[in-house]
């Protein structure tokens, strides 16, 4: 009867704890391609949300054997067969988990503890002479054992990364993502954190850009013809160094004006843009479009998006 208990717990435990497993597998499997903390996350809660559903099952299954078991008692009182009851209750006594604590503290029951207690006496203070408790002295092998290993692995044979090393090495790593990031995505440069580029250098080559790319639609000197004049202070698209950029950037593919992100890199983007603020506008030249859009004040435009201004974004860069 024990036994058959005994073992449909541990057949019901492992087809518990089962799907569990299947499932750390499956969240594990993503991590080994992409390798995220997301997913090693998940896989850990999925392992110690496994621990205790087979923790619970345990507890259950403890509670139900308990249960049954004095039912069995009460049903042998009932028979009046004492003596088999009483047996039953003995056994019932001295639990696994009793037994367990026994072996582990190894502590002298108390009605015993006279035999251990040491003849000296500090102010009604009395010592008993106990043996270490086992599991203390098992975790105290443990780390020995376990500070030799760590010795070894680290500071001996090479093999274990110390603390500088290991952040020597993420900071490696996140150099090369650092890079990454801009081989694909450019320097991290956007209308959000763009400022007006007033060196020369910078100057002389948002001119090349824009004789090169801007010349047919926007004039020769900035005049204007199938695009809006851009040496005037009217923008149908905002006169800050962000509109001017962001309007570079993406385009108004629907009115013409193309998106130069791919032709052109952010710094590019940033020089031809500040050329045409520091040096078109206001030159005034001869067949000048008539003014399209809004007149544009910087004071009055600049001041609310507090957030794109570069003071803000100042800390964000590089
Ligand atoms: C194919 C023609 C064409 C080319 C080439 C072109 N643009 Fe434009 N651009 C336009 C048109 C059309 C508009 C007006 C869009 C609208 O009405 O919204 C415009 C608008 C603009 C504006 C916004 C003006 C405003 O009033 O807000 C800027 C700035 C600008 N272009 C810069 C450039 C620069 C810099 C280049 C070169 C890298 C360039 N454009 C190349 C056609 C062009």
């Not at 087979?54 to 009046?80: T, Y």
């Not at 991290?188 to 090169?212: F, H, P, Q, R």
């Not at 032709?263 to 603020?277: D, F, G, N, R, T």
């Amino acid at each position: 009867m024990k036994n058959k208990r005994r073992i449909l717990f541990v057949v019901w435990s492992l087809f518990m704890a089962f799907p569990a497993w299947l499932f750390a597998q499956n969240a594990a499997a993503p991590a080994a391609s992409g390798s995220t903390d997301d997913t090693n996350l998940v896989k850990w809660l999925i392992i110690v949300a496994a621990v205790i559903i087979v923790v619970a099952v345990l507890a259950l299954f403890k509670a139900l054997n308990s249960m049954l078991k004095i039912q069995e008692i009460n049903a042998l009182r009932e028979l009046g067969m004492e003596e088999a009851a009483q047996k039953l209750a003995a056994e019932r006594k001295v639990s696994w988990w009793r037994r367990m604590m026994e072996r582990w503290t190894d502590a002298v029951p108390i009605e015993q503890e006279k035999d251990v207690l040491f003849d000296h006496d500090y102010d009604g203070i009395q010592e008993l002479d106990n043996k270490l408790p086992p599991w203390w002295l098992a975790l105290f092998y443990i780390t020995i054992a376990f500070a030799v290993v760590y010795i070894f692995y680290y500071h001996l044979s090479g093999m274990g990364m110390s603390s500088q090393e290991m952040y020597a090495q993420e900071m490696k790593q996140a150099e090369a993502a650092v890079a990454e990031y801009k081989a694909t995505h450019g320097s991290g440069l956007d209308e959000t954190n763009v400022t007006l580029a007033e060196d020369e250098t910078a100057l002389s080559i948002g001119e090349t850009v824009y004789k090169t790319n801007c010349v047919p639609c926007h004039g020769g000197q900035g005049e204007g013809g199938i695009g809006p004049n851009l040496t005037d202070k009217y923008w149908i698209h905002g006169g800050s160094i962000q509109n001017v950029f962001k309007v570079i950037k993406d385009g108004v593919p629907e009115k013409g004006m193309l998106a130069w992100k791919d032709q052109l890199k952010a710094e590019q983007i940033q020089a031809v843009a500040s050329y045409i603020l520091v040096k078109l506008q206001g030159t005034n030249p001869p067949n000048a479009k008539e003014p399209q859009g809004e007149l544009y004040e910087p004071e009055e435009t600049a001041a609310p998006d507090a957030e794109n201004t570069p003071e803000a974004e100042s800390d964000g860069g590089e």
